[in-house]
Nanobody
């Protein structure tokens, strides 16, 4: 069992930056694919970014070039650095973990989820 706890959300003006963190419990963090997803009101949960245990990264087209995912296996933590934020980035952001590298952009393939952290970008 893996427990994930996100932090770092908040209110920021358009063009600003935030860094989200997700701390995982358990001793096998380094073997998990870690993903970030987001869900805006009335919309489906959508993929944002993912990172494998060897550091390969994946991004949605909407955040590519603005967001950076990274991980620190010694701290059991995955980060999402978000720059040049836009009002359309407003959503609850979720951290997720899975053991397989297949379909990292698909939410249903993830085994564990955090409770989410709210990100609000004002115009």
């Amino acid at each position: 069992q893996v427990q994930l706890v996100e932090s770092g959300g908040g209110l920021v003006q358009a063009g600003g930056s935030l860094r989200l963190s997700c701390v995982a419990s358990g001793r096998t963090f380094s073997t998990y694919v870690m993903g970030w997803f987001r869900q805006a009101p009335g919309k489906e949960r959508e993929f944002v970014a993912a990172i494998t245990w060897i550091g390969s990264t994946y991004y949605s087209d909407s955040v590519k070039g603005r967001f950076t995912i990274s991980r620190d296996n010694a701290k059991n933590t995955v980060y999402l650095q978000m720059n040049s934020l836009k009002p359309e980035d407003t959503a609850v952001y979720y951290c997720a973990a899975k053991t397989s590298t297949a379909q990292v952009m698909v939410p249903r393939g993830y085994d564990f989820w955090g409770q989410g952290t709210q990100v609000t970008v004002s115009s």
